[in-house]
Nanobody
């Protein structure tokens, strides 16, 4: 199965931008639906954005809609999350996730649909 490594996290000021990347190694990246999630201590992991295998369909949580953009490059085995207009409440550990899936245009909308996870990258937004 694929293995996922996130990068791009860091410290940014309120209103700033960051771009997270997730590099996948292993077979058949293009056969996986992908997603970004985030987690803060003592809270459930929250879905941020997901994207279908072919990149044609995306899904966003209401809290990030209009500010974040998920994209993927199947030729480079990467998925990215462009985060704009960041707020202190976006502070979290961000995780990349994958799921091997038959449908090329299906977009996952729940964390339980994913079974492959990266190690996470910290994003801190200062006020």
């Amino acid at each position: 199965q694929v293995q996922l490594v996130e990068s791009g996290g860091g410290l940014v000021q309120d209103g700033g931008s960051l771009r997270l990347s997730c590099a996948a190694s292993g077979p058949n990246f293009s056969l996986h639906a992908m997603g970004w999630f985030r987690e803060v201590p003592d809270q459930e992991r929250e879905l941020v954005a997901t994207i279908s295998r072919n990149g044609g369909n995306t899904y966003y949580s209401n809290s990030v809609k209009g500010r974040f953009l998920i994209s993927r490059n199947n030729a480079k085995n990467t998925v990215s999350l462009q985060m704009n207009s960041l707020k202190p409440e976006d502070t979290a550990v961000y995780y990349c996730a994958a799921r091997l899936i038959y449908s090329s245009d299906y977009v996952c909308k729940n964390s339980y649909e994913f079974n492959i996870w990266g190690q996470g990258t910290q994003v801190t937004v200062s006020s």
